[in-house]
């Protein structure tokens, strides 16, 4: 087993519920009507089984160090955790199919992705209450855009404003938080390739003081989606205030878990 300071810390996160009901206090809630919507699409009789599901999804890629593919049951690392439900999951699953290649392990949920897929009314009667949701959480929040044009330079401005409020101490284009049990929580942001922003350039890492090259990388359109199912919806795209409103809830919700680990340890 590989022998890491990362990983003993990781290990001891408190899990899923306990980070989104944390990001939840903070004001952001669109997982939460994500994960009620597949619930509801899925059946009240499945929520235990996909409650569990997204827990230990969550688990094996925080003490993974992001390096699973909990869907293939692909392991970048020799596991500090691996999941016997998820192991279960996978050896019963008999429904993959093209072009769907690592779907859920739970049939719920890739029938509503392959509903979603080919059905593009369906698509859009799910998203527009999200949509909507996240109008409302933008107002709420009192997300301004003011300075927005949609190029990638524009997100400095943001990332520190909202890093500098979570006590992220700025060093070039890269803001940081080192906590007292060795943790660095560091954010960033690509800008390379287009200088426009088509998806969320935000990039976040997690490593620890005793072995700094040993990192969690999160990045993308959903850099947190397999530790809290349907963070997702904070990506890119949208008008200003989505892509803004993104950039902060990334953010709060790296922060969550920064305070998660520290009072875990």
């Known amino acids: 087993m590989e022998d890491h300071p990362l990983l003993t810390a990781l290990a001891n996160w408190p ?110 009667s799910e998203l527009a209450p999200i949509r909507m949701q996240k109008r409302r959480e933008g107002e709420r929040l009192g997300i301004q855009t003011t300075g927005w044009t949609g190029k990638k330079r524009d997100v400095l401005p943001f990332i520190d404003e909202f890093s500098s409020a979570l006590a992220f101490k700025r060093r070039r284009n890269r803001w940081h938080k080192n906590l007292d049990c060795g943790l660095v929580f560091e954010v960033s942001t690509d800008l390379g390739g287009s200088p426009y922003c088509t998806q969320m350039p935000l990039m976040f890492w997690i490593s620890h003081a005793d072995d700094p090259a040993f990192v969690f990388e999160l990045g993308g359109n959903e850099p947190f989606n397999q530790l809290v199912d349907g963070s997702r919806l904070y990506g890119g795209g949208g008008d200003a205030r989505d892509f803004v409103l993104g950039i902060r809830a990334n953010i709060e919700l790296f922060d969550v878990i920064a305070v998660s680990l520290e009072s875990s340890q």
């Open 15 to 124: 899990g899923r519920v306990s980070t989104q009901l944390a990001f939840e206090a903070r004001g952001f809630a669109l997982h939460r009507a994500w994960q009620n919507r597949m619930i509801e699409f899925c059946g009240e009789n499945q929520a235990d089984l996909l409650n569990r599901y997204w827990d230990e999804v969550a688990l094996e890629t925080m003490r993974c160090a992001g390096r699973v593919l909990s869907e293939t049951r692909y392991f970048g690392i020799e596991p500090q955790y691996r999941s016997a439900f998820l192991d279960e999951l996978f050896a019963v699953r008999d429904f993959v199919e093209p072009p769907f290649q690592s779907p859920p392990l739970v049939r719920g949920l890739y029938e509503h992705l392959k509903k979603t897929w080919f059905d593009r009314e369906f698509a859009n």
